[in-house]
Each structure stands twice: as C-alpha cells, then as structure tokens.
T-cell receptor, first 113, second 113 residues
C-alpha cells in the first residue's frame, strides 16, 4: 500500500529566504508524486507532479520539487519565499495503476515578513 | 472551464437531519472523488467513481453516508441522519484518465449542531 510522510507539521521561514517542505513516500513500483497547496477556506490546488523523466520538476508560482529515488523523497522547494506562499501544503503519491492519490497530513508553511 | 463546482458552500443543520452535498466535475473527466477534511483526521478519501460507477467506497464511515453519480456531470453525497461528528469540510475532486492529477472543488463546510 502507498503511504506518504510529511515529517514537519509547521515550517517557518523569513521572506526572501529559500524554503523546503519535506516529503517521503512508500509505494510498490514506480511512484507518481504530487504537491498541492491549500489556502484558507479554499480547495486544494495542484502545484506540480513527477511521473517520469527529469528528477527536478518545476511547477506553479516558482515552486519546484526534486525526486530522489534512493531516499524515497520528493521535497518541495522555492528559492525565495513570499509572504503570500503561507498556506498548507500536501504531498501525495499513487502507484502506476489507476489508484487514488494518498495524501500526507500536510505541512503548514508560514513566511514571515 | 469553471473547474469543479460544489454546492452549497456552507451548510448548517441540526442533528438527525438529512444533508445532501452536490458536485459537478470538470467536463470530460473520468474520475470523481469525495474527500472529507478535519483537523483531527486530515484529508480522507470517502469514495471514488470511474465513468459514473463507484469503484471503492471503503472510506465511507458508515451506512449513514451514501454517494451517487447518476451521470458524468453530477454527483451527490448524502448523510442521513447527520450527527455532530460529521462536521467537516467535504471536497469533491475530478481527474482525467492519463493525466494523473486531481482538481478539487472549493469544498462544502458542514456544521451539524
């Protein structure tokens, strides 16, 4: 069965500094990996995905994520954080079959001006 | 496309009443998912459909919950009778075969008093 771990409930970063939100996964076979963001009182918004190919994936709003197969990780990164990036971030995984996404518990990112 | 549409956005009801949540997926999407989000349990998959057919309802908490998808453009999630512990935000999401990522609606915030 697939699983996702987001080890940090909360990440605080100063505006302009780089940010990292961590995610590790477990799946049989090749993983399909995703990041979503949720702003207050909104639904989850798709940020980026890794299916195959280049390990560094670029997504919306300047975010990127690096797939590391040996460490089974898919950390979300951004070179320079904005206050408007403050939100709840979810990592998700599924296997190659038509199975639903399995979501992590979420990490709350707070960017401080 | 308007994205996934959910109604109502907010619902307040008394314990014992029937509640019906509605969802219109993105046109052309093959899969539809119902999720529930609470602070305690995070994001939980309740049920999902493929081409209007329920595939996995193992996440439905109990018999008080039921979901239908009478056609490709409409789904309902019904709770009868409702209980205070059903209070949560309920999300609908849809996806297209071969595209992998899911697109979420804005959610329905349900409060059962």
């Amino acid at each position: 069965a697939q699983s996702v771990a987001q080890p940090e409930d909360q990440v605080n970063v100063a505006e302009g500094n780089p940010l990292t939100v961590k995610c590790t996964y477990s799946v049989s076979g090749n993983p399909y990996l995703f990041w979503y963001v949720q702003y207050p009182n909104r639904g989850l918004q798709f940020l980026l995905k890794y299916i195959t190919g280049d390990n560094l994936v670029k997504g919306s709003y300047g975010f990127e994520a690096e797939f590391n197969k040996s460490q089974t990780s898919f950390h979300l990164k951004k070179p320079s954080a904005l206050v408007s990036d403050s939100a709840l971030y979810f990592c998700a995984v599924r296997d190659e079959g038509n199975t639903p996404l399995v979501f992590g518990k979420g990490t709350r990112l707070s960017v401080i001006a | 496309d308007a994205g996934v549409i959910q109604s109502p956005r907010h619902e307040v009801t008394e314990m014992g009443q029937e509640v019906t949540l509605r969802c219109k997926p993105i046109s052309g999407h093959d899969y539809l998912f119902w999720y529930r989000q609470t602070m305690m349990r995070g994001l939980e998959l309740l049920i999902y459909f493929n081409n209007n057919v329920p595939i996995d309802d193992s996440g439905m908490p109990e018999d008080r919950f039921s979901a239908k998808m009478p056609n490709a453009s409409f789904s309902t999630l019904k709770i009868q009778p409702s209980e205070p512990r059903d209070s949560a935000v309920y999300f609908c999401a849809s996806s297209q075969l071969g595209r992998h990522e899911q697109y979420f609606g804005p959610g329905t915030r349900l409060t059962v008093t």
